[in-house]
Structures are given as C-alpha cells and as structure tokens.
C-alpha cells in the first residue's frame, strides 16, 4: 500500500513486527510503500474455548491458575521464537531498521530475547496492543509514535 502524504515516509528499509503472545505480522516500509511480508501464530496457546469448557465442566479453579502459567510460558517462547526469525529475516532478506509494535507488558521480554545484530537496528518500541487493526489504522498509529 502507499502511505498517504500525511504521514512520515521510511528513508531506510524499515521492517515493522506487530505482535502479541499469540500472533505476529511483519511489514516492510520503504518510501512511501507499506507492505506485509508474513505473519506467524503460536498454535500452542490458542485455546481458550478448551480452557472454558474444561473450567466449565469441573468447576476448577486450579486448573484455571495453572492455565494462566502455561500460557504465560509458552507467550514467553514465542517471544523468543520471533527474535530468531528476525534475526534470519536480517540475514536472509536483510533490513536496515527495526520498529516492534508489542503490547506494553510483553516489550522486555522481546527486547531482550533479540539477537545483537537485531538490536543494533531497533529505533522503535511502540507498547501497544495492534495486532488486529486494518493496515491503514497501523500505518497511522505508528505515524503518530515517530513523531514524538
């Protein structure tokens, strides 16, 4: 998509990871361009109509509590599974910046996971939770956060 007028363009390869502890989707910014590159899901932790069935049934409180530790666990692996795909997608495709859309509570966990060389490129962490907004709303969001 091309960005509107209105907004700030990429002077360098931009690469945009907008996630959560379920779901990634990475942009490409260049110019003017905004384009999606791919998006990768964690399987493992959607399954919260299991959970309230099982809850449902038993009437467990325990099992809730243990839930709440599972899926905080395996959110933290997929913070960790992403940092090694942008690190192959700084090797592979190579980008020149990196801008991380994460929710405020989950931005130390994936900073910290990243590689150096990832590091290195990170200009921007927008704490914010964007992951199922349209691209024009991300577009925009993001607009606003590098102006500040």
């Not at 990768?40 to 509590?65: C, I, N, P, V």
């Amino acid at each position: 998509m091309q960005i509107p007028e209105q907004y700030l363009p990429y002077e360098f390869k931009t690469f945009i990871l907008v996630c959560d502890h379920l779901h990634a989707k990475v942009y490409q910014a260049h110019g003017r361009e905004f384009n999606f590159v791919q998006e990768w899901k964690d399987e493992r932790l959607d399954m919260s109509g299991d959970t309230e069935r099982y809850q449902s049934s038993t009437g467990s409180q325990h099992f809730a509590a243990q839930d709440e530790d599972f899926k905080e666990r395996e959110g933290k692996l997929f913070y960790y599974e992403l940092a090694k795909r942008l690190f192959e997608l700084k090797h592979g495709e190579g980008f020149e910046k990196l801008i991380l859309v994460v929710p405020h509570g989950d931005k130390n966990v994936l900073e910290e996971a990243l590689h150096d060389d990832v590091k290195r490129v990170l200009v921007q962490t927008i704490p914010k939770q964007l992951t199922k907004v349209s691209e024009d709303d991300l577009v925009e969001a993001i607009d606003k956060e590098r102006r500040v």
